[in-house]
């Protein structure tokens, strides 16, 4: 799908699902969560170690159902960063079955420059807004 230059591969688990037998929704957050943490991995920058470096906070969640989701059907989710604030950066997410690109749900977050050690709230960090802003082709 056009505008995400990132895609994360998904395994739907059986603890997944639901007494319905499709996933759950509060399970897509959490796929959407995987996918950022793979998209900031991706672009360099967090190492994977500590999450108190991590530098920013979740501040709000948006979710589209479109189909159910199933147990073993190969999905990914696409993650791009829409827009840089001072302080935040917009998120935009595309569930997908992977062969035949049909969506599942979408959504969007906002995200906030947050020091976890002093529990406040910091500007975007220069050195992620560049590489942010290259990787997505955004003006920064």
Not at 83 to 101: I, V
Request: proline share 4%; net charge negative; aromatic share 14%.
């Amino acid at each position: 799908m056009a505008g995400f230059n990132f895609f994360h591969p998904i395994e739907i688990r059986y603890g997944d699902l639901d007494p319905q037998g499709h996933v759950n929704n509060a399970s897509y957050l959490t796929y959407f969560e995987q996918a950022r943490v793979a998209y900031v991995r991706h672009l360099g920058l967090w190492d994977g170690q500590t999450f108190i470096d991590v530098g920013f906070i979740l501040a709000d969640a948006h979710l589209n159902f479109t189909a159910p989701a199933v147990f073993g059907q190969p999905v990914q989710v696409g993650v791009c960063v829409e827009r840089l604030g001072n302080k935040s950066f917009s998120m935009r997410y595309l569930l997908q079955e992977t062969s035949s690109g049909h969506e599942i749900a979408s959504g969007s977050t906002v995200l906030v420059a947050y020091n976890y050690r002093q529990k406040i709230t910091i500007p975007l960090p220069d050195e992620w807004r560049e590489i942010i802003a290259s990787f997505e082709g955004l003006e920064n």
